[in-house]
């Protein structure tokens, strides 16, 4: 009975030990001695690809269906951010990287109109992207760069030789805010080296030895608040955020992925804003704002005095927000809905460079940059006697434009080509008639049994009467039996490979490139949102099949060899 009670002692001291030891954890992590803790917020953008003005997005109003608002556009950011920090002292204005590279804006004045515009914005930070590199370090340098009056960061990046963007491109800085000190880390993907035109005297480290490292010194400072900002994509900032000690906050860029409750719209989410990881029980938040400046990300949260992040500070005030001009376009929403939007005017400075630069786009859209020698149809299922010139091309365009990732084939799905070329001059505008949607080109690493299903699947589509699915190749070609059943219309599918035609292996691994539309499902393209290897890189169709005519100037239709089908 002695031995019962002595251990029944034991077990409640002990079990005590274990509550006081708990308790007393929580009470730090989740103070509520709010008067004691560190308030920041944290507004941000990333992956803006020279989209300087407003831009349509379409939303489902449930019932009533759908409908087009004009969102974002950098004066409207530039007066929000603005009016925000005169109430706000605690407040930083972050992007992400690639500012550059998706409009006329950088085709014609290769950043120039981007960092004018930028400079007026009152940014903290900007982390280098990939796209940044895209013209190669003198470009980078001249035209955005040495014009930049807000730090530029990349801890990664490392010169074989002294050059000039040294000078200018910080690896962290510490911003002073009331009485603390934050640090701001900025990481580049090292992918840069293999999808953009650093050139050879410019390499990246891998990010989280780097990290790690500049984390150990900012403690060596003092220093216990610790933000990240990436251009690394949003589940590598995950991982980095489990592997690297006390980073409190990544700010990312590059994946163009969507957070936050967007269902709501009618939108894609990948995940929720923010996104909460732990490392050694203490939160790291990961956030990140879709692209193109549709959305800013509108971060705030609370540090106890050790800097650690109070637990749930972050839900009451964070989210992710659209700017409006105008309340008008919100009409027919429902209140939850509504409560994404928030009304902006211009900022007057920014709409005037905008504009001085927009009247130069104008009159640069008339510019002739090729000749087509024939007419270039756009049949969208080619008959016996009639076949598709301009789509093939497309293909070529997106398939040269990668060739360097050793990516196999390309694929242009007919309705995302709106119009024929004529024989003759072929103006920009006339190139962006062509391809008016914006769509950045994807890539997608599936087996040859997932090509197969879904090239099926789109000519069947295609032949029930939904003609824009019907599939355009180039670095594949297929024979079309349009009388047989789904399933075994196409035959004799050969990818060319090492300099010659090969027949399609079902069980071997191929690169295809693709427009973001079919990859995310559109023209019933559904199998590509089941394929998880898959990477966004940001050229835009259009400027990628500028280019290509500005390159061969004299344009015919794909070489007959090339050409992606034959009908049986």
Not at 6 to 15: Q, S
Not at 156 to 162: A, L
Not at 524 to 535: G, M, Q, R, S
Request: proline share 4%; with cysteine; aromatic share 10%.
């Amino acid at each position: 009975m002695r031995k019962k009670r002595w251990l029944l002692v034991v077990c409640i001291f002990l079990l005590s030990a274990i509550v006081v030891s708990c308790v007393k954890k929580q009470e730090i992590i989740n103070s509520k001695d709010l008067s004691e803790s560190f308030v920041l917020r944290i507004i941000h953008v990333n992956d803006t690809h020279s989209h300087l003005n407003p831009l349509a997005l379409t939303i489902n109003k449930q019932k009533k269906g759908n409908s087009k608002i004009l969102v974002g556009g950098y004066a409207y950011i530039a007066d929000y951010v603005q009016k925000e920090k005169k109430q706000d002292k605690n407040i930083l204005f972050l992007h992400a990287g690639d500012a550059v590279q998706g409009t006329l804006y950088y085709t014609f004045f290769q950043g120039i109109a981007d960092i004018t515009s930028l400079n007026l914005l009152s940014l903290d930070a900007m982390v280098l992207g990939n796209h940044e590199f895209d013209k190669g370090p003198e470009v980078l340098w001249q035209k955005f760069v040495s014009r930049a009056n807000f730090p530029i960061l990349c801890a990664n990046i490392y010169f074989k030789k002294p050059n000039k963007l040294q000078s200018k491109i910080k690896k962290y800085i510490i911003m002073q805010i009331g009485r603390e000190k934050v640090a701001i880390l900025g990481l580049t993907t090292p992918d840069t080296q293999n999808i953009s035109s650093p050139g050879n005297n410019i390499g990246f480290k891998d990010v989280k030895k780097v990290a790690s490292d500049f984390v150990q010194l900012f403690k060596k400072m003092g220093i216990n608040k610790v933000i990240v900002l990436s251009h690394l994509g949003y589940k590598q900032d995950i991982k980095l955020a489990r592997e690297v000690e006390d980073i409190d906050i990544i700010v990312g860029g590059h994946s163009h992925t969507p957070l936050g409750k967007l269902e709501e719209l009618g939108l894609p989410s990948e995940g929720p804003y923010p996104t909460i990881v732990y490392n050694h029980n203490k939160p790291v938040l990961v956030v990140t704002a879709w692209k193109w400046g549709y959305v800013l990300g509108d971060l705030k949260v609370a540090f106890d005095r050790r800097g650690v992040i109070l637990e749930n500070s972050w839900q009451k005030d964070s989210r992710i927000i659209f700017l409006l001009g105008s309340k008008t376009g919100i009409q027919g929403l429902t209140a939850r809905q509504k409560a994404f939007f928030v009304s902006s005017q211009k900022n007057k400075k920014v709409e005037q460079n905008i504009l001085d630069y927009s009247k130069e786009v104008e009159k640069l859209k008339k510019k002739v940059v090729g000749k087509a020698l024939k007419s270039l149809s756009n049949i969208r299922i080619p008959q016996t006697d009639k076949r598709n010139d301009l789509a093939p091309l497309v293909a070529k365009s997106m398939y040269l434009k990668t060739k360097y990732l050793e990516v196999d084939l390309a694929l242009q799905n007919a309705g995302g080509v709106r119009t024929s070329l004529a024989k003759g001059p072929i103006t920009v505008a006339d190139i962006y008639e062509v391809l008016p949607f914006g769509n950045s080109l994807v890539l997608f690493e599936l087996s040859g049994k997932e090509l197969k299903t879904i090239l099926e699947k789109a000519v069947d589509r295609a032949l029930q009467g939904r003609t824009g699915p019907f599939p355009y190749l180039y670095g594949a070609k297929f024979k079309l039996r349009k009388a047989n059943p789904l399933g075994r219309r196409i035959v004799d599918l050969v990818i060319y490979r090492n300099n010659r035609w090969e027949p399609l292996k079902l069980e071997e691994k191929y690169l295809l490139v693709t427009n973001s539309f079919v990859a995310r499902g559109g023209d019933f393209y559904l199998d590509f949102k089941k394929i998880k290897a898959k990477e966004d890189l940001g050229f835009i169709d259009a400027e990628v099949f500028l280019e290509f005519v500005q390159e061969r100037k004299l344009l015919r239709g794909v070489e007959e060899e090339f050409y992606p089908l034959e009908e049986l």
